[in-house]
């Protein structure tokens, strides 16, 4: 298998020697590509790529697919089996990535792509008035975008998934319990009937303490 660089002849005629110049080449499928790359120089690079790629063994056949035609099939084969919850979230997830970036083709998302949705997400407002989304909102958002991603490295849409950098969000401060709900508690410990079976009573289960040590 062998790729070749030429120029288109309707470009040639119009243009002349300024046509740009594409490369084609046939897959290990026999699938004919053909790719419009520009100056001969960049050309002859690319063909030179793309003819080691196939001798080598290690060309990966991505197929061109709109960002419609994968969301079609996303959601009919993929959303359709979540949670009605987290189906939601996955679709507004992806409907707010469309909004942002405006994706064409599923092959052309690049990590800077998502480093962009990844910003203009984090000056979008939050739901309390004069706030900004959250970060966790926003990892929630990527993880779904990250998923639909995956799916089309399994499905031979995109060669490459971008780099999705992890978000940091703040710990959870533990919630304290006051002195009263506390003393309520232990107290309700005399009516516990679980765990059962012990060489002493629920109560002291729950109260942690072992009678017999």
Request: glycine share 6%; proline share 7%.
């Amino acid at each position: 298998m062998r790729a070749w660089k030429f120029q288109d002849s309707r470009q040639k005629a119009k243009l002349g020697a300024k046509a740009p110049w594409s490369v084609g080449w046939i897959d290990p499928d026999r699938v004919r590509h053909s790719k419009r790359i520009g100056s001969k120089s960049m050309a002859e690079k690319f063909r030179k790529k793309i003819e080691g790629q196939l001798a080598a063994g290690t060309y990966e056949n991505v197929r061109r697919v709109s960002w419609r035609d994968f969301r079609r099939r996303y959601d009919a084969e993929i959303l359709s089996r979540l949670k009605p919850r987290s189906r939601t979230e996955a679709i507004h997830a992806l409907r707010t990535f469309e909004r942002i970036i405006k994706p064409v083709t599923v092959d052309a998302i690049r990590t800077a792509h998502i480093d962009k949705f990844r910003a203009k997400r984090a000056q979008e407002p939050g739901r309390k008035p004069g706030s900004i989304l959250s970060p966790y909102t926003i990892k929630k958002g990527l993880a779904s975008i990250q998923a639909a991603l995956n799916k089309a490295k399994v499905w031979e849409y995109i060669a490459k998934v971008p780099v999705f950098d992890k978000v940091k969000v703040p710990e959870a401060n533990p919630r304290p319990v006051t002195r009263e709900h506390f003393e309520g508690m232990y107290q309700a410990c005399d009516v516990a009937k679980m765990p059962s079976g012990l060489p002493y009573s629920p109560a002291d289960w729950w109260r942690a303490g072992d009678p017999h040590v």
